[in-house]
């Protein structure tokens, strides 16, 4: 029951480590990642490498969808352009499990450290806030390292094989699971992590933690759709957008998973790797494949979408951006 308890403090750990990072950055450089975003819509190229660069540093691609959907709503940016952002959103999200993969134990001591001291110091600050987003990487860190001590006593567990062997067998199930935990815990970049300590301590099997990445790229989508879903219909474009090609992407992988499973047992590496290389590599796959659809993709979510804003009210606030008031700075 510890081991147990231990495993939920790790994860919640990790989730809140994404949050502060989140909206530290946010917070002192929110401003500029518009500006960014907003000169990105010259061509596919740029709209794709500023997706990626802002969501690395916002470690969430449903923050960069936020941002780019408020764009769109304010007709500084195209539908098909926004696309563009978050297909590089989602890469860079992947890049950024990728680096959190690595062996930074060393690390996480030295940047809580320093981030506290700092944070401290000059709370009201602009260094401040730079402390806190230190501190929240340190948080990351330190979690990944409580969640693979508290899965160690798992691997060895006959009721933990008993339960996992359950799923094992149903794919979809696996997919359903992974999606639903990326929604709870508002943050797929933490699931994938997870997933890859988890099969790294040899608790996951690779062939369950695969569709379980797979799941959690779907959540990701479909969180930024809860997100959005009350606002205006233009602003929904872009995460209906991004989920089609999620969507799509989950269904080819499913499709070509059998194919792959056989060259895939032949590669030489740790499963929590394997895992993480096939998170980044689904990524961009995704974003090659589907890089010359983000105009006809815009153009269905224009039609399911249209915008019926009704002509503006002088009565309501004409220049705060509803997604952003968590943020007064951005807002």
């Known amino acids: 029951m510890t081991t147990l308890l231990n495993l ?7 989730v809140w480590g994404t949050h502060i990072v989140r909206t530290g950055v946010l917070r002192v450089y929110g401003a500029g990642l518009r500006q960014v975003l907003r000169r990105s819509m010259n061509g596919q190229a740029t709209a794709f490498l500023a997706g990626l660069g802002v969501t690395g540093l916002l470690q969430s691609s449903t923050a960069t969808a936020l941002l780019t959907s408020s764009f769109v709503a304010q007709g500084l940016l195209t539908t098909a352009a926004a696309l563009a952002v978050m297909l590089g959103a989602d890469v860079g999200t992947a890049v950024m499990v990728q680096v959190l993969s690595l062996n930074l134990k060393w690390l996480a001591p030295l940047a809580i450290t320093v981030g506290v001291v700092v944070y401290l110091s000059r709370r009201n600050e602009r260094a401040g806030q730079i402390g806190r987003i230190i501190l929240g990487f340190g948080v990351m860190i330190l979690a990944l390292q409580l969640i693979s001590a508290a899965t160690a006593p798992l691997a060895h567990g006959a009721g933990v094989k008993t339960l996992f ?11 359903v699971i992974g999606a639903v935990f990326s929604v709870l815990c508002y ?16 608790v996951l099997p690779a ?4 569709p379980l990445v797979l799941g959690a790229n779907l959540g990701s989508g479909i969180l930024a759709m809860l997100t959005t879903w009350r606002s205006e219909a233009v602003t929904r474009r872009v995460p209906l957008g991004n989920f089609v090609f999620k969507a799509a992407g989950v269904v080819l992988a499913l499709a070509l998973l059998p194919f792959a499973s056989p060259w895939l047992k032949q590669l030489d590496m740790n499963p929590g790797d394997l895992v993480v290389a096939f998170h ?4 961009i796959a995704l974003a ?10 815009a153009d269905l979510t224009e039609k399911w979408l249209p915008d019926g804003r009704s002509s503006e009210n002088g009565a309501q606030p004409r220049y705060l951006d509803p997604l952003a008031l968590g943020t007064p700075a951005l807002a």
Do not use: E, K, P, Y
Request: hydrophobic share 65%; no cysteine; proline share 0%.
């Open 288 to 297: 090659l494949v589907f890089m010359h659809f983000t105009g006809r993709v």
């Open 280 to 283: 980044l590599g689904f990524n």
């Open 165 to 175: 062997a359950q799923i094992s067998g149903d794919v979809l199930l696996d997919v």
């Open 8 to 14: 939920i403090a790790a994860i919640a750990l990790l």
């Open 207 to 210: 062939h369950v933690a695969i």
């Open 187 to 202: 943050s797929s970049l933490a699931v994938v992590l997870l997933v890859a300590t988890l099969a790294g301590s040899a």
